[in-house]
T-cell receptor, first 115, second 112 residues
Framework: EPEVTQTPSHQVTQMGQEVILRCVPISNHLYFYWYRQILGQKVEFLVSFYNNEISEKSEIFDDQFSVERPDGSNFTLKIRSTKLEDSAMYFC?????????????FGQGTRLTVV | QKEVEQNSGPLSVPEGAIASLNCTYSDRGSQSFFWYRQYSGKSPELIMFIYSNGDKEDGRFTAQLNKASQYVSLLIRDSQPSDSATYLC????????????FGKGTKLSVKP
C-alpha cells in the first residue's frame, strides 16, 4: 500500500541551527502539507503546497520556515534558525485532491528535538 | 478564533460496549468533518469523514453530524482493546486550501 515516507524519524539539533525535514509523498498525489504536534498538544496546520507553490499557510509558518519540492518526489520543510519551541513531531501529508474533500495521508512523522 | 473542542478524557469503556466521542466546532463555515485515530507516538490515521447532516456508517464506526448545533460525533460499536487510542476530530472550512483544524483529541481506553 502506498505511503508517505518521512526522514529522519528523529532529529536532534542545537538552537539556532538549520534543519531540513524530508518527505516523499504518495506518487500520484498533487497536494502536500506539513503539520506539527507539540508533545501533548493538538495537531496544527503549517502549510499546504500545490503546483509548486504555497496555497495556504498558518500564523505559525513564519519567515523561519520554508518548503520546497526540489524534484519530482521529495517535499521538504526547512527551519532556518531553530528555537527550543520548535521541538515537536512534524507530519507530512499528501492527498490526491484538496484535503477536506478527500483523505489526507499522513507520514509517520519526524520528531524534532531542539536543545 | 476557529476552534474545535473535544473532551480530553480519558473515556473508559468495557470491551464490546459502544464508545461515544463528541466534538464541537465554532466556525459555521466548516464544510467537512473528519475523525482520525492516533496511537501514542504515531501519526493520525483517518477513520472516516462526513460532509452532510445525519449519520454515516462504516463498519463498526458511525459518524453523526449536526451543523445547526455545530456538533459531530463518532460512535464505535463493539469496542475492542485495539481501539484504545486518541481520537482526533478535524474540520475543514469552505475555501480552505487543505487546512485541517484539529481538536486536541479524546483518549479512549477499552478494557478487556
Amino acid at each position: 500500500e502506498p505511503e508517505v515516507t518521512q526522514t529522519p524519524s528523529h532529529q536532534v539539533t542545537q538552537m539556532g541551527q538549520e534543519v531540513i525535514l524530508r518527505c516523499v509523498p504518495i506518487s500520484n498525489h498533487l497536494y502536500f502539507y506539513w503539520y506539527r504536534q507539540i508533545l501533548g498538544q493538538k495537531v496544527e496546520f503549517l502549510v499546504s503546497f500545490y503546483n509548486n507553490e504555497i496555497s495556504e499557510k498558518s500564523e505559525i509558518f513564519d519567515d523561519q520556515f520554508s518548503v520546497e519540492r526540489p524534484d519530482g518526489s521529495n517535499f521538504t520543510l526547512k527551519i532556518r534558525s531553530t528555537k527550543l519551541e520548535d521541538s515537536a513531531m512534524y507530519f507530512c501529508a499528501s492527498s490526491e485532491a484538496l484535503a477536506g474533500r478527500t483523505e489526507a495521508f499522513f507520514g509517520q512523522g519526524t520528531r524534532l528535538t531542539v536543545v | 478564533q476557529k476552534e474545535v473542542e473535544q473532551n480530553s478524557g480519558p473515556l473508559s469503556v468495557p470491551e464490546g460496549a459502544i464508545a461515544s466521542l463528541n466534538c464541537t466546532y465554532s466556525d459555521r463555515g466548516s464544510q467537512s468533518f473528519f475523525w482520525y485515530r492516533q496511537y501514542s507516538g504515531k501519526s493520525p490515521e483517518l477513520i472516516m469523514f462526513i460532509y452532510s447532516n445525519g449519520d454515516k456508517e462504516d463498519g463498526r464506526f458511525t459518524a453523526q453530524l449536526n451543523k445547526a448545533s455545530q456538533y459531530v460525533s463518532l460512535l464505535i460499536r463493539d469496542s475492542q482493546p485495539s481501539d484504545s487510542a486518541t481520537y482526533l476530530c478535524a474540520v475543514n472550512r469552505w475555501g480552505s486550501q487543505g487546512n485541517l483544524i484539529f481538536g486536541k483529541g479524546t483518549k479512549l481506553s477499552v478494557k478487556p
